[in-house]
């Protein structure tokens, strides 16, 4: 018998994308929160791309033909989101805003999943002395608050001047050092459990190498969870970020826009009734993590069975879960 008869006609490429293929898996409550979570991240992406277009001025400017801006002006026609004490343009500063916040999303993100992923698969697979040295470090930098080691590579990395790079690679390196260890045990975790799978074992006893082994039969079923935490990791990249502008290590604003560093500035604001120099940027921090973080733990809700089948409960049975992806290709 063909194998056709158990598989059926395969999906177009689009129906397997991550999110369109979680959509279409998603029911009631959870798909709603799966579409809220993606329109608020898409949102956030396309202002990122046409900040050039969108933005009326620019980040650091603060005049134009008619003169220089008022300070602290309340929304008008000609500031739609007002002015900052500096004089800037507080629609503008938001909007390019989101362009630093994926910068560091996407640096930080790459260096972390890169040395956690590696890491993790090293140091499940081969176990002994270089899985104890891992686990011990991996342990230790737990022990650091997030904040306090930015705020020290900050210090370190910027020698006090708050540059658009310093800023980014300060912030990126400290959630780097960070997060690496979550990807590490996750990892780690599931390397181990799938080195006892029949088709990992199979592959080892007809010599296999162990390149072929980590590569081939355990990295792509290692990494299932890894979607929630980038999005996760990409919201506390976010924070972070904003933390460092609001505690002063931030960006300057002559450098780049940044959320944080907007807030800092709107705290003696607020005690005047001035809101819109604080209440925009903290909007934009606010809606962007919740957009990230209902994306990723709806998609790890969907990439779980057991809990797929509760959130069923009255509709249709859900699927049984699927062997791993490699089983029975050694």
């Not at 980014?168 to 990807?183: D, G, H, K, N, R």
């Not at 010599?207 to 890894?226: V, W």
Request: glycine share 10%; net charge positive.
């Amino acid at each position: 018998m063909s194998s056709t008869a158990f598989t059926g006609p395969k999906e177009s490429l689009f129906l397997r994308l991550p999110v369109v293929s979680h959509l279409r898996k998603s029911v009631g409550l959870q798909r709603g929160m799966l579409i809220a979570g993606v329109a608020l991240s898409a949102t956030f992406l396309l202002a990122t791309v046409l900040a050039p277009i969108l933005a009326p001025y620019g980040y650091s400017q603060l005049s134009d033909a008619s003169g220089a801006f008022p300070t602290q002006q309340a929304p008008s026609a000609k500031h739609l989101f007002g002015t900052t004490v500096g004089g800037y343009d507080v629609l503008s500063r938001v909007l390019w805003g989101s362009q630093t916040a994926v910068t560091v999303i996407i640096v930080s993100v790459a260096m972390s999943l890169f040395l956690g992923v590696a890491l993790g698969l090293l140091s499940g697979y081969f176990g002994g002395w270089l899985d104890r040295i891992l686990v011990v470090i991996a342990d230790a930098i737990y022990a650091f608050p997030t904040l306090l080691l930015a705020i020290v590579i900050s210090i370190a990395i910027s020698r006090g001047q708050s540059s658009f790079w310093g800023g980014i690679l300060s912030c990126a390196f400290s959630i780097t050092v960070v997060f690496v260890p979550q990807y590490f045990r996750v990892i780690r975790a599931e390397t181990i459990r799938l080195k006892a799978e029949p088709f990992v074992e199979s592959a080892m006893v007809l010599g296999a190498s162990s390149l072929r082994i980590i590569g081939r039969h355990i990295f792509k079923n290692a990494t299932r969870t890894l979607p929630l935490m980038f999005t996760l990791n990409a919201s506390e990249a976010i924070l972070t970020l904003a933390g460092l502008g609001f505690l002063g290590f931030g960006i300057e604003p002559t450098s780049a826009a940044e959320w944080g560093f907007d807030l800092n500035k709107a705290l003696s604001d607020a005690s005047s009734g001035i809101w819109w120099t604080g209440v925009f940027p903290g909007m934009a921090i606010v809606l962007t993590v919740l957009g990230l973080t209902l994306v990723g733990e709806s998609i790890n809700d969907l990439n779980d069975p057991r809990i797929r089948g509760r959130k069923r409960a009255g509709g249709a049975p859900a699927a049984a879960p699927s062997a791993p992806s490699e089983a029975g290709t050694v």
